[in-house]
């Protein structure tokens, strides 16, 4: 499996210290120049419109802030860590799929009130959960590439899923890989809970049964937006459970859905800035 680079691990580790500081954390990001240009790519494009130029990466952990950073770090090495993989699935569609998801479930744990959701704090920490919860489809498309394709022509051509089909081709499925993964990268639990859920939200464990229906919620909208029309088999059907158990309607669930391609626009341009800085 893929390993993390080790700048993108120190980094993170600053974020999470009680004693990080945009000083040293932008020394750390300074020591990897294309982390640093990709970043601050980022950080002066219009989605963040800085009213003047951010120069440092220091500048930026200090105008952006640790949860924008910590969003912007994880996805530009996602880029960079499978960008060369040579699977039959195009990295660039996986890419603009995961990075959808990110924005996506940003803005429907802003439409829900549910504890479980509310307990991880402001929307915009929600963007890694979806940019990671399906990372392995990323490890399975470099390691496995034939076996994956093989498991996706299989779902297409099936009413089963394509977690289903992995399960049966191969013992497991690309939710299982994923949450290794993310375990070896040494990312936050409910990173690597939603990841190992969100297919099967309502067989997740009580403390996060809630973060796993809003990941598999997000697939559903992601999926009706049509991003990446070579992982369509990954959703098969819509948990009533996880739109009941979140508080949500059916009637709320498919007005998001309707207005969602405002969102697949701005992960588009999110995408562009990151693929423009090499």
């Known amino acids: 499996l893929a390993s993390m680079p080790t700048i993108v691990g120190r980094v993170l580790a600053e974020l999470d210290s009680p004693r990080g500081n945009a000083r040293t954390i932008g020394r750390i990001i300074e020591n990897d ?37 910590r969003n912007i770090v994880l996805a530009t090495s996602l ?40 307990k991880l704090g402001s929307a915009d920490t929600f963007f890694t959960l979806g940019l990671l919860y399906d990372l392995g489809l990323f490890a399975l498309n470099q390691a496995l590439p034939e076996v994956l394709w093989d498991c996706i022509q299989l779902a297409e051509a099936n009413v089963e899923s394509l977690p289903e089909i992995e399960q049966k081709i191969m013992g497991y499925d690309h939710s299982a890989v994923g949450a290794l993964l993310l375990q070896r990268w040494r990312l936050t639990p409910w990173e690597i809970e939603i990841a190992r859920w969100h297919h099967k939200p309502d067989r997740a464990p009580a403390d996060a049964r ?19 029309p070579q992982m369509n088999a990954l959703v ?37 800035v990151i693929y423009s800085q090499g």
């Open 33 to 69: 120049p294309p982390l640093t240009a990709r970043m601050l790519g980022v950080a002066n494009s219009a989605l963040f419109a800085p009213i003047d130029r951010i120069s440092t990466a220091e500048r930026a952990v200090s105008r952006l802030g640790v949860g924008e950073v």
């Open 79 to 118: 880029l960079e860590v499978f960008r060369h993989s040579e699977g039959r699935l195009d990295v660039a569609d996986l890419y603009v799929h995961a990075v959808t998801s990110g924005v996506v479930i940003c803005e429907l744990a802003r439409r829900t009130h549910h504890p479980g959701v509310q």
């Open 210 to 228: 809630a973060i796993a229906q809003l990941a598999h919620l997000t697939g559903v909208g992601v999926h009706s937006l049509n991003v990446a």
């Open 236 to 272: 098969r059907h819509c948990s009533l459970q996880s739109i009941g158990e979140l508080g949500m309607s059916a009637e709320m669930l498919a007005d998001f859905i309707q207005g969602a391609s405002v969102f697949a626009e701005r992960a588009r341009a999110l995408v562009e």
